[in-house]
T-cell receptor
């Protein structure tokens, strides 16, 4: 079955610190992987996506994610977090079925 | 506007009443999705429309939920005999036609700001 696990419900980091948000997926075929961000009071916005090729993908706002097939993971990273990065982050998996399945989200708080 | 538009933005209803939530996708987008966002549940897939194909209804939680898409554009999600557990934010998203064949079928989704439903 198609599923996404985001094990961290809530993470707090200091401004300027590095960030890694974890995402593990289950998918029976070649996965297409996404990270979306939902800022307070706003709709979801795509940060980055992986379809094929280079397993390290770059996104907007300085985010990157690495696809590791052996670990069924697609973790999101940022070397230096800004206060404006405080938001909820969702990992999602899809594929040829066109059904995009999301994880339960990770709420990021940034301390000054 | 240029984005996905949802109405109403907020709806408060009494248990047992029917509600309709509307989604206007981005013009020209061929695919339309409905998701439900509840606290701690993430985004729960409800239904997916693609062009003239039969919709994927596999995520609808019960037969009280239904959705239609008229003319390949506007979509309405209907919840009959609402229950308190239906309280959530209902999100609509649309997606443009993607190139590269069916293996590239899942491209970026553009989300509306949602309809917050509260069932008393």
């Amino acid at each position: 079955a198609q599923s996404v696990t985001q094990p961290d419900i809530h993470i707090t980091v200091s401004e300027g610190a590095s960030l890694e948000l974890r995402c593990n997926y289950s998918y029976g075929a070649t996965p297409y992987l996404f990270w979306y961000v939902q800022s307070p009071g706003q709709g979801l916005q795509l940060l980055l996506k992986y379809f094929s090729g280079d397993t390290l993908v770059q996104g907007i706002k300085g985010f990157e994610a690495e696809f590791k097939r052996s670990q069924s993971s697609f973790n999101l990273r940022k070397p230096s977090v800004h206060w404006s990065d405080a938001a909820e982050y969702f990992c999602a998996v899809g594929g040829a079925t066109n059904k995009l399945i999301f994880g339960t989200g990770t709420l990021l708080a940034v301390q000054p | 506007g240029a984005g996905v538009s949802q109405s109403p933005s907020n709806k408060v209803t009494e248990k047992g009443k029917d509600v309709e939530l509307r989604c206007d996708p981005i013009s020209g987008h061929t695919a339309l999705y409905w998701y439900r966002q509840s606290l701690g549940q993430g985004l729960e897939f409800l239904i997916y429309f693609q062009g003239n194909s039969a919709p994927d209804k596999s995520g609808l939680p019960s037969d009280r939920f239904s959705a239609e898409r008229t003319g390949g554009s506007v979509s309405t999600l209907t919840i009959q005999r609402t229950q308190q557990e239906d309280s959530a934010v209902y999100l609509c998203a649309s997606r443009p036609r993607t190139s590269g064949g069916p293996l590239r079928g899942t491209g970026e989704l553009f989300f509306g700001e949602g309809s917050r439903l509260t069932v008393l």
